[in-house]
């Protein structure tokens, strides 16, 4: 999804606020077959208190699962679930489109703690 057209309508900090955005760990990646579009499975450490989370993601152009293992990201964690082919996706990966629409993963840009919520 690419979309460089005008920004959203403004919101107020308080709705800003009700997005929990988390950083995590992922501790494992594999192909996603069943999925309509190549995706990959991700299991997602967010540390204490939120544990472990499953997402499914669509980054299979610049990630291969093997690379992806140990790296930290951030994704919203409190959407509700969503059922994707057999999985049960608990959390949206975040990621920006590159040039050609593809997506390349958000992250801090040094190690932090598990489950830090973005500010």
Known sequence: MTDNADPSPLIGFDDFLKVDVRVGRITRAEPFPEARKPAYRLWIDFGPGLGERRSS??????????????????????FPPRQI??????????????????????????????????Y
Do not use: K
């Open 85 to 118: 082919g057999p999985m049960r996706s608990e959390v949206l990966v975040l990621g920006v489109p590159d040039a050609a629409g593809e997506v390349v993963l958000v992250g801090p840009g040094h190690e932090v703690p598990l489950g830090g919520r973005l």
């Open 57 to 78: 993601a669509r980054i299979t152009r610049h990630y291969a699962p093997d690379g992806l293992v140990g790296r930290q990201v951030l994704a919203v964690v409190n």
